[in-house]
């Protein structure tokens, strides 16, 4: 039986869409703008880095980055998230949302900034500074995941939180989309100012000296967005719940939130004591009662996400790969470094904007009336569905006629996976955890899914490669191809269906109905019976 909600927490449960709720969407949602842009704009610079620092002369090909140093590059910064989410998300339990949120954002300013610039101009200098600064971006950005994601399924209320949520997530399509335009701007712009010649029409001059400015101005650029909104995210409250529910402060949560919501709300002190002091809201992350009454709701959110990012990081990350394979992007020794650079980003701008960001926002209008569980099992078919479409007869894409219809369809599973797994995975772990625990299991989920991501990045770096020796990269053993490769991204979202069935459906319930917060001790055990059963 469920006692009594807290004034406060009512208050914001039904509070109507207010100027709060955009305020919030768009503070928290720049950090994600941000996360986007640093992670994916490196997949833009990758093929200039190979020419700046392993072009051998003597060779027929540019230079590409050596396996080992690729597999760095890409993958460092998905390290470095790894262990933010991990650690920043147990923090924001343990201090608080508000003071580890500007922790993150000053971090990212500091590692976009510094990931530009390198102390030599060895290779072995620039690649070893770059991913050690990458790692620490990518520790900062670790931490914005949990932390937006509490933070505004906190303030918002039960009848728009999955919108609200998912509006700060689909901020990642647009920095994936801004990483490509700025690539745009930049290499067009050193394009027209220092005029090369491609590779195979003169091999030296094809690298203009200022391609080096290129690389550096795209990774550096990730710094504004971040920078523009420290701020506003210092002046933003502690969210009610952490204050009321974890700090057990009733009379600060009713502060805070009467200014926010603009109405007068009482204290309750008794009433909060009463709440924080059941056995149901004092069990920790490693123990029987979070095992029996949380356990499978974990192990849902950390395989989904773990399994959507397998696919979504190899899409993501080699795009460029996939349409030089299929010729939608020239040979590199027809281009020279700086015009490459401006191809691939052509290539991502538009899959950004036909696909990428509409999924999100179609994940945005329609979550709060489909519900999470069936976005999620929707989108992780499709996804399934499109890639063996693109595998099976992969052999008929690479045919000149049919590249465009191969892009269309590629585009198709950018698209579910958005209006699909890849938003729904990180709106979930932040409703139906414990306040206490909210912050820490979102980090676990969103932890799993980098380990998933980094399997994607470095997996697919080798297993695309072609199995003819001739044909490989520089430097690369022969792999299984890009059709079985694709192959094996449907099986893993055939796999990301079936542990979809372990994640409840949270729409239009309270948090603390969710999370059992507000139950009665001799009620516990029957909550956790019906709780991980899907509702649509």
């Not at 700025?182 to 090369?196: E, G, M, P, Q, W």
């Not at 502060?255 to 109405?263: A, I, N, R, T």
């Not at 999470?372 to 045919?399: C, D, E, K, N, S």
Request: aromatic letters at 14%; proline letters at 4%; hydrophobic letters at 45%.
């Amino acid at each position: 039986m469920a006692k009594e909600q807290l004034g406060v927490l009512n208050a914001l449960d039904v509070a109507k869409t207010q100027l709060y709720h955009f305020t919030a969407i768009v503070i928290a949602g720049m950090g994600f703008f941000t996360d986007a842009y640093d992670l994916f704009c490196i997949s833009l610079v990758t093929k200039l880095l190979g020419r700046i620092y392993y072009t051998d002369l003597n060779q027929p090909k540019p230079g590409t980055l050596p396996p080992n140093v690729a597999a760095a590059v890409n993958a460092v910064a998905l390290c470095g998230t790894l262990a933010g989410q991990l650690f920043f998300g147990w923090l924001g339990d343990k201090l608080g949302r508000k003071k580890v949120y500007g922790i993150t954002l000053v971090l990212m300013v500091l590692c976009s900034i510094a990931s530009g610039l390198s102390f030599s101009d060895h290779p072995k200098g620039v690649i070893t500074t770059l991913c050690f600064f990458r790692f620490w971006l990518g520790f900062g950005i670790g931490g914005d995941y949990p932390l937006s994601a509490t933070i505004m399924s906190e303030y918002a209320n039960k009848k728009t939180r999955g919108a609200f949520i998912a509006a700060v997530f689909a901020m990642q399509g647009f920095g994936i989309l801004g990483g490509g335009i700025v690539a745009l701007i930049v290499s067009t712009a050193f394009d027209h100012s220092f005029k090369a010649p491609a590779y195979s029409v003169d091999r030296a001059a094809s690298l203009a000296p200022q391609a080096d400015y290129v690389w550096r101005i795209i990774l550096m650029v990730g710094a504004l967005p971040a920078a523009l909104t420290y701020y506003w995210r210092m002046k933003m409250p502690e969210t009610a719940r952490y204050t009321a529910l974890v700090a057990k402060n009733a009379k600060q949560a009713a502060q805070d939130m009467s200014k926010v919501l603009q109405v007068d709300l009482e204290a309750e002190e008794e009433k909060l004591e009463k709440i924080t002091q059941e056995k149901s809201n004092t069990f920790g992350l490693f123990t029987k009662q979070f095992a029996r009454r949380h356990g499978l709701h974990l192990l849902g959110t950390t395989s989904t996400w773990f399994l959507l990012d397998i696919a979504f990081y190899s899409q993501n990350l080699f795009q460029k790969d996939i349409f030089s394979a299929i010729g939608w992007i020239p040979k590199a020794e027809s281009m020279n470094a700086i015009n490459e650079v401006y191809r691939i980003a052509r290539a991502q701008t538009l899959i950004a904007m036909c696909s990428t960001v509409p999924g999100y926002w179609f994940t945005v209008f329609f979550i709060d009336y489909l519900g999470r569980f069936a976005i999620q099992l929707m989108g992780f078919f499709f996804m399934t569905v499109f890639m063996f479409a693109l595998a099976i007869p992969y052999h008929h894409w690479t045919l000149k006629p049919n590249r465009i219809a191969f892009v269309v369809m590629y585009s198709f599973t950018f698209f579910f996976a958005n209006f699909g797994p890849n938003a729904t995975t990180f709106v979930v772990p932040a409703e139906i955890f414990p306040a206490r625990l909210r912050s820490t299991c979102h980090g676990i989920s969103a932890a799993a899914g980098k380990a998933g991501a980094i399997i994607g990045a470095l997996g697919f770096l080798y297993a695309a490669q072609s199995k003819d020796p001739t044909k490989t990269d520089a430097g690369y053993p022969t792999g299984i191809g890009v059709k079985n490769s694709l192959i094996m991204l449907g099986v893993i979202n055939f796999f990301g269906m079936l542990f979809t069935l372990l994640v409840p459906e949270s729409k239009g319930k309270s948090l603390e109905e969710l999370t059992g917060e507000n139950e009665e001790e001799g009620t516990e055990q029957q909550a956790t019976s019906t709780r991980t059963v899907p509702v649509l």
